[in-house]
């Protein structure tokens, strides 16, 4: 069964540092997701991607964060110049045809920021 | 605020038993679905219901969606040992078209 992967696993970074997670969405979907989960807490959305630009973004969303899809199958979330507060565990997901389908989560990156 | 909220927190059962989770939310939703998460891995997508849906299955799971109230619940039946996890409701607002997830309820099934 198709799924989502997303690479690294876990990412330890040094507050400023720039870093890029990257997601291999669903080969045939069309919507992709980027969510964060600080521990303990609930998952939360960041930002939405369709057609190479984004749908919709969250106020956590801000000028530190981009995200790309370099190719046709790599979506990638680069965080600037990372915080303390950056770290979570951030999931990628995707969607077949319509927004308003099942979205697909990846295993997700835990990003530790020290 | 467009938070979900599930209750309860936290639920312990015997393997066997049914387990019910409830998650409600104060906007108008396009379609709601439900995941497990277990020990801080990958979400695992378990059904999904749109507004226009009351009631969907899946295997052991039943999902009921009650728009009038702004509730929806997850319906374990015979429970198992390998249920226990983290579960999750996620609602798309139809308003901003953005996903909220709940707070989570925290299920141990007891072998």
């Known amino acids: 069964e198709p799924e989502v992967t997303q690479t690294p696993s876990h990412q330890v970074t040094q507050m400023g540092q720039e870093v890029i997670l990257r997601c291999v969405p669903i080969?045939?979907?069309?919507?992709f997701y980027w969510y964060r989960q600080i521990l303990g807490q609930k998952v939360e959305f960041l930002v939405s991607f369709y057609n190479n630009e984004i749908s919709e973004k969250s106020e956590i969303f801000d000028d530190q964060f981009s995200v790309e899809r370099p190719d046709g199958s790599n979506f990638t979330l680069k965080i600037r110049s990372t915080k303390l507060e950056d770290s979570a565990m951030y999931f990628c997901?995707?969607?077949?045809?319509?927004?308003?389908?099942?979205?697909?989560f990846g295993p997700g990156t835990r990003l530790t920021v020290l | 605020s467009q938070q979900g909220e599930e209750d309860p927190q936290a639920l312990s059962i015997q393997e066997g038993e049914n387990a019910t989770m409830n998650c409600s939310y104060k906007t108008s939703i396009n379609n709601l679905q439900w995941y497990r998460q277990n020990s801080g891995r990958g979400l695992v997508h378990l059904i999904l219901i749109r507004s226009n849906e009351r009631e969907k299955h899946s295997g052991r799971l039943r999902v009921t969606l009650d728009t009038s109230k702004k509730s929806s619940s997850l319906l374990i039946t015979a429970s198992r040992a390998a249920d226990t996890g983290s579960f999750f409701c996620a609602f798309l607002n139809s308003g901003t078209y953005k996903y909220i997830f709940g707070t989570g309820t925290r299920l141990k099934v007891l072998a």
């Open positions: 080969s045939n979907h069309l919507y």
């Open positions: 997901a995707s969607s077949d045809r319509l927004y308003t389908d099942t979205q697909y």
